[in-house]
C-alpha cells in the first residue's frame, strides 16, 4: 500500500457490536484507499483533501455534503479565468513524466500541441481528451497520475477530465484510437448485426473498466446516428440505419460505461445530436466540401428517436455534429451555433440539463500540412469573427468547446458585457456537476499497479473475438460450400495471413491448384481530391468496385470456386462479385483468426444486415438521405442474413 494512501477512522467493525454515527461515517469513504496527495485536513477523525491549500476544510473539499452544496462553495471561489478555463477541452501530448517544470518526453501527433502541464497552468484548463498513447497503458497510467497532481498543485486544486474516442474496436474507423493493449471487438455495426443487449452491456462494461484503470473518465461516444444515406464516411461508428434498434442498444452501452453511478463508471458524451446521418451525398462536415443535412423524406423526427433513449438513461454529456440541418430551423447555421437545435429541441422539448459540448474545432483556423489550412467548422457563420463564433455558440445553449483552448475570448466577451458571468456559470455548474459525479474531486488517481490485471484479460480478449466471429453476415452459401472442411483443404489466398490460414488448410501459390480461394475485402471507397490529408482519409466517395480493381476480383472469381470476405464499415454494392462468387461472407471488423474460425466452421456466423446493400449506384443516388430501408431492389435487405447447414 503506497504510504500516502489516505487512511479513514471508523472501518474496524466490531462483531455483534452497533457502529457508532462516527464509524458508520468512516465506513460510507472506506472505497477511497488510493489518494496520492500529501495535502490532507482532518475533521472529525476522517482526513480530506486540501485542494486550496488553506488549512482548513471547505465545503467542496467535503466528500459527505451534497454535490449542489460543494459545486455552489467550489463555483462562488472561481475567477472568471478559471471558469472560462473549465469550458474547453482539447487534445493533450501523452509523455512518459508531467512534471511541473514542463520538461518531458511526448509521443504522437499531438507531441505539436501544448503540454498539458502548460494548459493548465497558462490557460486553467480541466479536460483533455488524447489520441496517440504509449503501447504499454502502464505508462499512460503514470502520466495520468502525474498530471493530476499538476492540477492538484493548483490553486483550487480542480482536477482534470480526460476524454477519449473509442479504443476496442478492431476495424478501419478513421475516427477510433489506437488500441494500444485494449480488448478488441468488432465494429458498432457488429453489435447492431448480433441485436443482443446483454453483449452490448458486457462490452461496455469492459471499456469501463479499461478506461478507467488508466484514468479515462469520459467516452466521446457512443455515436448514435442513423445510417440513412450509406455514401456516409462514419457509419462504422454507427450501429445502424434503424433507428428501434439503435435505441434498443444505446440503452444498454450506456449502462454499461456509465455504470451504476458515474463515481465508478465513464460518462458518456452521445452523439451527434440530432443525428448526423442525414449528409448529402454523404460528404462529411469535417470539411468546407461538405452539403449539408438534407431531409427529402421529411424524416428529421426520425433520427431523434436513438437520442430520446439515450435521454432515458441520463447520458452525462451530448455532443452537436458539424452539419447544417437545411432548412429544418430558422437559420441555416451548424448545429451547435442553432439555438433552435441546442435551446428550443435539446434544453426545452427533451428537458436536457447535462452538458452540451461542441464537436472539435469550431472557432479557429489551424494549419494542416505545408500550405493548408483547416478551416475551422464554423457552417454558416463564416464571416464571423472567432469572438463571434463563442458567442453564438454560448448563446446557442452549449457549455463547452471540443478541440478549442480559446479560453481569452471568453473572458473578453465578459469584460465587454457581451455575455454576463451568470451565464457563464450555468455552464461551469453543469461541467463541475459531472467531476463532482465522477468522484474527481475525492480521489482522481488511479492504481498503477493494478493496470495489467484489469487491461486486456484473457476473458476480455475472448469476449472480444466473440462478437468478431458471431457478428459476421452470411451473405450467400451456394450449395452449402462453407464452413470449409479443416486440414484437408488446398486453398489459394489474398490478404489473409498465411500463417494464420495454414493452420486449418494447405495453402497454394496458384488459384489453379487450389481447391478454394479465400480473399479478405474492404468495402469501396474514393478519396476527396483535397490537399487535407485528413480529410483525403475518410472513406467517401461510390460504394462499388471499379477498373483493374474489380477485373482482378472477377478473374479469380471466375477461376477457383472463391469464398469472399468483405469488410463493411459502410454499406458496398456488390452484384458482380455476389453472382460470381461461392460464398460471401461480410464482417464488421475481425481479426483473420476470427475469419478463419467461422469459415471453416469453428465458429457459426449470427449477423443479420444492420444496413441494406444496395444493388446498384444509381440505386444510392436515387436513394432519399434521411430514410431508412429507402434502396430500391436492394441486393440484401435491412436484417438479412443466412445460416451455416453444418456438415454432419
Known amino acids: 500500500m503506497n504510504k500516502s494512501t489516505l487512511l479513514f477512522l471508523g472501518l474496524t467493525i466490531l462483531l455483534g457490536c452497533k457502529q457508532s454515527n462516527k464509524e458508520q461515517k468512516g465506513n460510507q469513504f472506506s472505497e477511497l484507499l488510493k489518494i496520492k496527495s500529501q495535502i490532507f485536513i482532518e475533521k472529525d477523525g476522517i482526513k480530506f483533501r486540501d485542494l486550496n491549500k488553506n488549512q482548513k476544510l471547505d465545503i467542496y473539499e467535503d466528500l459527505s455534503q451534497p454535490t449542489e452544496a460543494r459545486l455552489e462553495n467550489l463555483l462562488s471561489q472561481m475567477t472568471l479565468e478559471e471558469k472560462a478555463g473549465i469550458m474547453f477541452i482539447n487534445g493533450a501530448p501523452v509523455s512518459k513524466d508531467a512534471k511541473p517544470d514542463g520538461n518531458f518526453e511526448l509521443t504522437g501527433p499531438a507531441a505539436r500541441m501544448p503540454s498539458i502541464v502548460e494548459n493548465i497552468k497558462t490557460r486553467m484548463m480541466t479536460h483533455f481528451n488524447i489520441w496517440d498513447i504509449p503501447s504499454e497503458p502502464i505508462i499512460f497510467a503514470k502520466w495520468y497520475n502525474n498530471s493530476q497532481q499538476v492540477a492538484e498543485n493548483t490553486r483550487l486544486g480542480i482536477p482534470i477530465t480526460i476524454a477519449s474516442d473509442p479504443r476496442h474496436h478492431l476495424g478501419k474507423n478513421v475516427i477510433g484510437m489506437a488500441s494500444s493493449g485494449f480488448s478488441q471487438f468488432c465494429e458498432m455495426p457488429g453489435f447492431a448485426a448480433i441485436g443482443n443487449e446483454e453483449l452490448v452491456s458486457e462490452f461496455a462494461d469492459v471499456v469501463r473498466r479499461e478506461y478507467m484503470a488508466i484514468g479515462i473518465r469520459e467516452a466521446l461516444h457512443p455515436q448514435i446516428d442513423l445510417a440513412t444515406e450509406p455514401r456516409w464516411a462514419r457509419i462504422s461508428g454507427n450501429f445502424s440505419e434503424d433507428a428501434d434498434l439503435t435505441a434498443r442498444l444505446v440503452k444498454p452501452y450506456i449502462y454499461g460505461l456509465q455504470g451504476k453511478s458515474l463515481k465508478d463508471g465513464v460518462a458518456c458524451m452521445t452523439k451527434h445530436f440530432p443525428g448526423g446521418g442525414a449528409q448529402k451525398e454523404g460528404l462529411d462536415p469535417h470539411f468546407s466540401f461538405q452539403k449539408g443535412q438534407i431531409y427529402p423524406g421529411n424524416n428529421f423526427n426520425y433520427h431523434l ?133 465522477l468522484g474527481l474531486f475525492d480521489n482522481p488517481f488511479v492504481d498503477e499497479t493494478k493496470v495489467t490485471e484489469i487491461i486486456g484479460t484473457e476473458t476480455s480478449i475472448k469476449l472480444g473475438e466473440k462478437t468478431q466471429q458471431i457478428s459476421m453476415t452470411l451473405l450467400k452459401n451456394d450449395n452449402s460450400v462453407l464452413p470449409l472442411s479443416q486440414n484437408i483443404l488446398k486453398v489459394y489466398i489474398k490478404n489473409i495471413d498465411s500463417t494464420t ?126 430514410m431508412p430501408y429507402d434502396s430500391e431492389n436492394p441486393l440484401f435487405e435491412f436484417g438479412f442474413g443466412l445460416e451455416y447447414q453444418m456438415k454432419q
Open 501 to 626: 490460414v495454414s493452420n486449418y488448410a494447405k495453402i497454394v501459390t496458384n488459384p489453379e491448384e487450389a481447391d478454394f480461394a479465400i480473399i479478405r475485402l474492404n468495402a469501396p471507397w474514393y478519396p476527396v481530391d483535397t490537399k487535407n490529408s485528413f480529410a483525403a482519409s475518410f472513406h467517401h466517395g461510390d460504394l462499388d468496385f471499379k477498373g483493374d480493381k474489380k477485373e482482378h476480383i472477377l478473374k479469380l472469381l471466375k477461376t477457383v470456386p472463391t469464398i469472399v470476405n468483405l469488410y463493411l464499415d459502410r454499406p458496398a454494392v456488390i452484384p458482380e462479385i455476389t453472382q460470381l462468387a461461392a460464398s460471401v461472407i461480410v464482417d464488421y471488423g475481425s481479426s483473420d483468426k476470427s475469419v478463419c474460425e467461422v469459415i471453416f466452421g469453428n465458429v457459426e456466423p449470427q449477423g443479420k444486415l444492420p444496413f441494406e446493400l444496395p444493388s446498384s449506384m444509381q440505386a444510392v443516388k436515387n436513394q432519399k438521405t434521411d
Open 305 to 437: 428517436i436513438p437520442f430520446e433513449a439515450a435521454f432515458e438513461v441520463n447520458t452525462a454529456a451530448i455532443m452537436p455534429y458539424y452539419g447544417v440541418p437545411i432548412d429544418q430551423t430558422d437559420e441555416n447555421v451548424a448545429m451547435s451555433y442553432n439555438k433552435t437545435i441546442i435551446t428550443t429541441l435539446l434544453r426545452e422539448k427533451y428537458k436536457y440539463n447535462g452538458v452540451v459540448c461542441t464537436d472539435w474545432g469550431l472557432i479557429t483556423d489551424v494549419p494542416f500540412g505545408p500550405d493548408v489550412i483547416w478551416k475551422a467548422r464554423a457552417w454558416g457563420v463564416e464571416d464571423l469573427s472567432d469572438e463571434e463564433r463563442v458567442f453564438k455558440i454560448i448563446d446557442a445553449g452549449c457549455d463547452q468547446f471540443g478541440g478549442e483552448s480559446r479560453t481569452e475570448l471568453i473572458i473578453q466577451l465578459v469584460s465587454k458585457g457581451k455575455i454576463s458571468e451568470e451565464r457563464i456559470d450555468q455552464s461551469v455548474r453543469r461541467l463541475l456537476k459531472q467531476k463532482f459525479d
